[in-house]
């Protein structure tokens, strides 16, 4: 059981240092896309490129044998044994904040052992708040327990996370305030802090919420 957890932590520890080294080298990019761009593709692939490359070596030289999830890649290798470890790095979410400059975008940390989460880590280096838990255990920003609200209702005061075109699609009854943050793990996080209440999320993967999953259960 000692031999488990200190392999834990050292994973933990790992993720942790990885995605916060991560989150220094985006910032290099933050807010650099052209202004005449809706979207500066040469911006955020460079930068998606860099960071995931970065997130790769990382991996391998501290764990070779572990494995980085690919869309549409079937593992053939995948095992119980010494090939249980598969990483889910998303290098940027929030990518439209990320090239305007708006600060709340961040990247994702998740460690699946055996097909199951067992840690998460969602970090916003703008503004530096780093979530983080282990599977089954607290949920931290920073060094700061969070807990979900404690509300059982919704009112005025209330808070809703939703994508931007939420209101051209659904015509809602919320009793509080909508919001759009263009970010969908900021918005998980921030439920998972207290910050908002609740949020309608669409069009998103497992793998794109993996680490959020984890910190928000």
């Known amino acids: 059981m000692n031999k488990k957890t200190r392999g834990i932590e050292d994973l933990v520890q790992f993720a942790m240092d990885v995605i916060h080294n991560s989150g220094e080298k985006a910032l290099s990019y933050y807010g650099r896309g052209k202004s005449h761009l809706k979207f500066d593709e040469n911006l955020v692939t460079e930068a998606e490129l860099n960071l995931t490359e970065f997130f790769w070596d990382q991996l391998h030289s501290h764990f070779p044998k572990h494995l980085v999830f690919k869309d549409n890649l079937e593992y053939t290798d995948y095992s119980h044994e010494e090939n249980r470890y598969l990483w889910i790095f998303d290098p940027l979410d929030g990518v439209a904040n990320f ?119």
Not at 101 to 128: C, D, H, K, Q, R
Not at 163 to 173: D, E, K
Request: net charge negative.
């Open 99 to 217: 090239q305007a400059g708006i600060p709340i975008w961040g990247m994702s940390l998740a460690l699946i052992e055996n097909f199951w989460p067992v840690f998460g880590a969602f970090y916003m280096p703008a503004t530096g708040d780093l979530f983080h838990a282990q599977a089954g255990k607290e949920a931290y920003r920073g060094n700061e327990k969070i807990h979900i609200s404690s509300s059982e209702s919704f009112n005025d005061e209330s808070l809703l996370l939703t994508y931007s075109r939420f209101q051209n699609h659904f015509r809602s009854t919320f009793p509080g305030k909508i919001r759009a943050l263009g970010c969908t793990s900021s918005h998980v996080c921030y439920i998972a802090m207290g910050r908002a209440d609740a949020a309608v999320i669409t069009n998103e993967s497992f793998q794109d919420l993996a680490a959020a999953r984890v910190i928000i259960e």
